[in-house]
């Protein structure tokens, strides 16, 4: 899912964003709630209409932002008081009212209002913010109340085995219509977060999507698909474009680079999107250097394309058998980590 934060995924027009593949996007509840606000969106007709994109939504519930991006936010049982940035005022989200300003939204899949503790924090505090999360989704059933649209829990518990798969036990008793798990690329190392999805992804229904919230790479994406992931959000592909640099079959490319300069080949090669059809890698360079708007258009479009495609061909290995050898490169992990337990 490219990341549409304010109801648009930057630089690109919906009619390009579908081009590249993409099938579900998502939007952050935080972000168009203090702008525009969801009353705004909701006489825009929802969403979907808002902004023109008749695809699939995914909303986050906010509890991510209001844990990494406020200052100043006091944690209580009944939720999370915060200072706006926009304006300083206090602002309260609770279980209750992130629900309801999903259901305002009217995102075909919101996520529940978890705490999503920091990395590196202790296991007390680990252990608290686990077992509040899954009060918190208590409450976030209870208050959902537009049936169309699949509430998902998010699986809470750390670098901590034992708490991840007794959040996953306990959450999958629900029967919710789908499970994510949340609080991971929060800063720890990368072989502990393929360890978390390795522990975590197969106690989750294989019959429910099962989301991977926030991850990203090549390999992260290889390594958690193989654990039976499903879906996928990552700011990176939009991101990296605005600072002028192509994702290239696992590669970073700083477009600014001289060696691009007199380059006359498109980015990828093998790469099906408008911009490597199209474009070379001088004329982006060009475009990047001179800090024209079209380089970066041209650089989601070729992003956002380049790890669609890599998820299109993990699914077709998947269906001719041949993930294991085909993605080795990007499934082997040399150190293996073992998580921590109680
Ligand atoms: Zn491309």
């Known amino acids: 899912m490219p990341v549409g934060t304010l109801a648009n995924v930057k630089t690109l027009t919906p009619a390009q964003l579908r081009d590249t593949g993409a099938q579900m996007i998502l939007s952050n509840t935080y972000h168009l709630h203090l702008q525009p606000g969801e009353g705004i969106v909701a006489g825009g007709g929802g969403l979907h209409k808002f902004m023109g994109w008749d695809g699939p939504i995914l909303t986050d519930s906010g509890g991510f932002q209001v844990f990494s991006l406020s200052e100043m936010r006091k944690i209580s049982e009944r939720g999370v008081k915060f200072r706006s940035p926009h304006d300083g005022q206090i ?152 600072h002028g640099t192509a994702m290239v079959r696992g590669e970073r490319w700083n477009l600014k680079n001289a060696r691009f300069r007199e380059d006359f080949q498109p980015l990828d090669a093998d790469c099906p999107c408008y911009t490597c059809k199209n474009f070379t890698r001088a004329y982006i360079s060009h475009l990047v250097r001179s800090q024209e708007i079209l380089a970066y258009t041209l650089l989601s479009i070729h992003n956002i394309t380049e790890i669609i495609h890599f998820t299109q061909k993990i699914r077709q290995s998947i269906l001719q058998g041949s993930f294991a050898t085909d993605f080795a490169r990007w499934l082997n992990t040399d150190n293996s980590v073992e998580l921590e337990h109680g």
């Open 91 to 242: 602002i309260e989200l609770t279980p209750e009212r992130s629900i309801e300003i999903q259901n305002t939204l009217g995102a075909d899949i919101i996520m529940a209002f978890d705490e999503c503790p920091p990395y590196p924090v202790s296991r007390e505090e680990v252990e608290t913010a686990t077992e509040r999360t899954y009060r918190w989704l208590l409450r976030c059933i209870e208050t959902h109340k537009r049936p169309e649209q699949a509430l998902f829990g998010i699986v809470q518990g750390g670098i901590y085995s034992d708490l991840r798969s007794r959040a996953a036990n306990a959450l999958t008793e629900l029967d919710l219509p789908g499970y994510a798990i949340g609080g991971v690329s929060v800063g720890e190392e990368p072989e502990l977060i393929h360890e978390i999805v390795r522990v975590t992804a197969p106690l989750l229904p294989v019959n429910k999507p099962r989301y991977l919230m926030g991850v990203g790479t090549y390999r992260e994406i290889a390594i958690a698909i193989a654990a039976g992931i499903d879906l996928f959000d990552c700011v990176i592909p939009t991101r990296w474009a605005r």
